[in-house]
Nanobody, 122 residues
Framework: EVQLVESGGGLVQAGGSLRLSCAGS????????GSWVRQAPGKGPEWVST?????????YYADSVKGRFTISRDNSQNTFYLQMNNLKPEDTAVYYC??????????????WGQGTQVTVSS
């Protein structure tokens, strides 16, 4: 069964940086896109970013993180990453990694991990 394990979360001051990692296993990693979705306390999930499979590795970002976050992948390590710079208190959330099926029309979540907590202090 598909397994995704997030790591790299923690406590950071506003303006700081963190890099989240998502290690995948038990599936053909290179055939899947990857997404990061976050959920703040008491709120619903919010899509953050997506990276498609294939050589182009097209990336997409929510307006709230554009210019601050960068999604990437290393297929040789079966890992997705989310580099988060200039963090703001409103970025505080549990961040979940998703493996996505990505036909040409778009990407759809197939599996997700247990999440990693990111807390940004003011």
């Amino acid at each position: 069964e598909v397994q995704l394990v997030e790591s790299g979360g923690g406590l950071v001051q506003a303006g700081g940086s963190l890099r989240l990692s998502c290690a995948g296993s038990r599936f053909t990693f290179s055939n899947y896109g990857g997404s990061w979705v976050r959920q703040a306390p008491g709120k619903g999930p919010e899509w953050v970013s997506t990276i498609k499979p294939g050589g182009g590795s097209s990336t997409y970002y929510a307006d709230s993180v554009k210019g601050r976050f960068t999604i990437s992948r290393d297929n040789s390590q079966n890992t997705f990453y989310l580099q988060m710079n200039n963090l703001k208190p409103e970025d505080t959330a549990v961040y979940y990694c998703n493996a996505d099926r990505c036909p040409p029309a778009g990407c759809w979540s197939y599996a997700w991990g247990q999440g990693t907590q990111v807390t940004v202090s003011s």
